[in-house]
């Protein structure tokens, strides 16, 4: 831990060299042994859900899972004032049916039920808002995702502000997408 004075320079920890060289040994090794079977198979299944596949990749790297489920607020459904899910937005969201859970955290004062039912989700619940303290935050995510069956490790943030991607954290979601990304626009 750094202390008073510390400018984040290189540990001094004995082994740091050592640990270094060995991880990035260890990460070589593996991406010349992926089969190049398992990654066409990994090339369709981002297809199948949209994404980039560097973008699919990078989070199934670093959430050690596929992706089996996306998390959206009103604001990554691009709702603006008048309350209406775009159209472009549903169709996105009907292309996932059966590939990946839709689920949503609706803020308030917009109808969790109500947004489900326009945009086609599958499940949503109340959005945390930003004085909502991260171990509620982290309950009522995890929650979200086991009545829907989803391991909260596949699940991914589509985040349109900051405050939504700090349910990656406080939830442990396997990472965050861009809504720019996502729906591409």
Do not use: Q
């Amino acid at each position: 831990m750094a202390e008073i004075g510390h400018n984040g320079g290189p540990s001094m920890e004995r082994g740091v060299g050592f640990r270094k060289v060995a991880w990035g040994k260890a990460r070589a090794a593996l991406m010349p042994t992926l089969p190049l079977e398992v990654v066409r198979l990994r090339v369709k299944r981002a297809e199948r859900l949209g994404l980039p596949y560097k973008t699919y990749a990078t989070i199934r790297a670093v959430s050690g899972r596929d992706i089996v489920g996306f998390l959206f607020s009103d604001n990554g459904l691009d709702m603006g004032r008048g309350g209406e899910v775009p159209a472009h937005v549903v169709d996105r969201l009907r292309g996932l049916e059966g590939s990946a859970a839709r689920l949503g955290a609706i803020h308030w004062p917009r109808d969790p039920a109500a947004i489900a039912a326009m945009a086609g989700l599958d499940a949503a619940i109340r959005a945390p808002d930003l004085m909502t303290p991260w171990r509620v935050m982290r309950d009522d995510l995890r929650g979200l995702a086991r009545n829907a069956a989803v391991p909260p490790d596949g699940l991914v943030v589509v985040a349109a502000h900051a405050l939504e991607r700090e349910w990656c954290g406080a939830a442990d979601l396997a990472g965050i997408i861009p809504r720019e990304v996502f729906f591409g626009r």
